[in-house]
């Protein structure tokens, strides 16, 4: 069955440098939620998207945006990147009305800024 | 004080043995509970979900207790695979748009 699809895997950005993150949520799924996951701590979300449309917004930087394109693809683009960013970002979908269903995640892209 | 809270562990125990992870939540209108195992630099998944009436899934048991806001997760006859970070995650409802509410992960780690 496909999954997420986030890339890319792995990423090295000189500080201050622009990043953009790419993720494919499973078909039919509506929504698109962001979460970064520093060494050692639980994830935290940063932002989603329904229907193309920003939902939530949790800790994102001002630095950081998202959006959510018409064939649901997401992208998160950082700028002027920091040490601290360093992380794993991780992207999950869901389709609305599935019940508890709970969420899917990819793979994750594991950003180093250097 | 975060708002999902699990003690970090680790864990350690011998092959077989059962173990049982706890978690509380702080917010009252929180509808969906679930339980995610997350693998070392991998991402987390879906172990169960998480029913008022409990649920089971082979060796796997969930528990809610909603007046006490408190989650539990019991894992019977341990496996070396068991072997993880295991996250009690929270959400205020299922519709869309509503984002997982992690606690910190409690580690696993069962030995021969």
């Known amino acids: 069955a496909a999954g997420v699809i986030q890339s890319p895997r792995h990423l090295i950005k000189e500080k201050r440098e622009t990043a953009t993150l790419k993720c494919y949520p499973i078909?039919?799924?509506?929504?698109v939620y962001w979460y970064q996951q520093g060494p050692g701590q639980d994830p935290q979300f940063l932002i989603s998207?329904?229907?193309?449309?920003?939902?939530d917004k949790g800790s994102i930087p001002d630095r950081f945006s998202a959006q959510q394109f018409s064939d649901y693809h997401s992208e998160l683009n950082m700028s002027s990147l920091e040490l601290g960013d360093s992380a794993l970002y991780f992207c999950a979908s869901s389709r609305s009305g599935q019940g508890q269903s709970g969420y899917t995640f990819g793979s994750g892209t594991r950003l180093t800024v250097v | 004080r975060k708002e999902v809270e699990q003690d970090p562990g680790p864990f350690n125990v011998p092959e077989g043995a059962t173990v049982a992870f706890n978690c509380t939540y702080s917010?009252?209108?929180?509808?969906?509970f679930f339980w995610y195992r997350q693998d070392c630099r991998k991402e987390p998944k879906l172990l169960m979900s998480?029913?008022?009436s409990g649920n089971e899934d082979g060796r796997f048991t969930a528990q809610l207790n909603r007046a006490s806001q408190y989650i539990s997760l019991l894992i019977r006859d341990s496996k070396l695979s068991d072997s993880a970070t295991y996250l009690c995650v929270v959400t205020l409802d299922n519709n869309a748009g509503n984002m997982l509410t992690f606690g910190g992960g409690t580690r696993l780690m069962v030995k021969p």
């Open positions: 917010n009252s209108a929180s509808q969906s």
């Open positions: 998480v029913y008022s």
């Open positions: 998207f329904y229907e193309k449309m920003q939902s």
């Open positions: 078909p039919r799924h509506d929504t």
